[in-house]
């Protein structure tokens, strides 16, 4: 519909973004004018890392907000982009159970894992039961988004909890830093010199020289988790599990390229500018969180937390 002077509905409210655009880049200091690509990614990195770092040493309780929101809005960013592939996934219940995935493991253990799944796999089969337009796929990609993006996290809950502070915290951190020394020490040797295709139709930016420069990375971290008071880990059991964490991480980061390629898309989202989505940059963190707290718990290297009922 028209206005009686001829613009259209929406042309007030761009006036008004882009009064309250250039109002905000008048007064962006001069040297943050027109950054570059690499400037923008590296600011947009170093916030990411700060949250990330604090979060984990602060306490439990920020360790597990930093979880909650990373598993909602990389949720978020799965399920946009399943939509694009043709695919009516529950939105709502899947962002809601990955939230309190790890939620639930912190209050409940274990247990509150399978709560949460049952649940949800209650709700689903309702939601198809009633909604004529869901499909027995819609049903799958919703159940497993919010267990790719929050139950693979609650991993961490377990690592956090079963050492005092600060040291718990600093065990989360190692994992942190082991994911992306795998990523930096991959992309950095692979840049440089990477020749052979790790896996070309799926990520054709990976090379087999920056696959074992990233094993190298991840194992280098595993090793100095063995200084952390109250981890019983010897340097034996370092670097084998290093690299499987490091394996981990990479079928993670693949699998997230997969599902943007058949999706369509060159990154999960917007919010990380220079680095696309959130998922971007945590689809490695997913497997190697629970992986990680497998091996630590599983191999006594720390003591378990979370009872399991």
């Known amino acids: 519909m028209s206005r009686p002077d001829g613009a259209r509905e929406g042309d007030g409210d761009r006036t008004r ?3 309250i655009k250039d109002f905000a880049y008048e007064k962006t200091p001069e040297k943050l004018k027109n950054a570059t690509d690499l400037q923008v990614r590296f600011r947009t990195g170093f916030v990411y890392v700060a949250v990330s770092v604090l979060c984990a040493l602060i306490s439990d309780w920020t360790t597990l907000a930093l979880l909650v929101a990373t598993a909602g809005i990389t949720a978020g960013e ?13 939105e709502m219940l899947g962002i809601i159970a990955a939230m309190l995935y790890p939620t639930s493991v912190f209050a409940l253990g274990l247990t509150g894992a399978l709560y949460v799944s049952l649940a949800l796999l209650l709700a689903l089969i309702v939601w198809y039961v009633f909604w004529m337009r869901a499909r027995v796929p819609d049903v799958g990609v919703s159940f497993f988004g919010a267990a790719y993006c929050g139950m693979l996290l609650s991993g961490i809950i377990v690592v956090r909890t079963a050492l005092p502070d600060p040291w718990g915290g600093v065990l989360v951190l190692a994992i942190f830093l082991s994911v992306w020394a795998n990523d930096s020490f991959a992309y950095l040797v692979g840049s440089r010199f990477g020749k052979h295709k790790l896996a070309p139709r799926t990520s054709p930016k990976k090379s087999w020289e920056g696959f074992f ?5 991840s194992a280098a971290f595993w090793c100095l988790m063995t200084l952390i008071p109250g981890v019983e880990m010897s340097i034996a059991q370092a670097i084998p599990f290093g690299v499987i964490s490091g394996l981990m991480g990479v079928l993670g980061d693949l699998a997230e390229s997969r599902i943007k390629r058949n999706s369509g898309f060159k990154d999960s989202g917007t919010i990380m500018p220079g680095h696309g989505g959130l998922l971007d940059r945590c689809d490695s963190l997913f497997l190697v969180a629970v992986t990680s707290a497998i091996l630590l718990v599983g191999f006594g290297c720390i003591p378990y937390p979370v009872p399991l009922a």
């Open 17 to 19: 973004a882009g009064r």
């Open 78 to 90: 799965f399920y946009y982009m399943l939509r694009q592939d043709a695919k009516l996934p529950n």
């Open 213 to 217: 420069a990233g094993l190298a990375g």
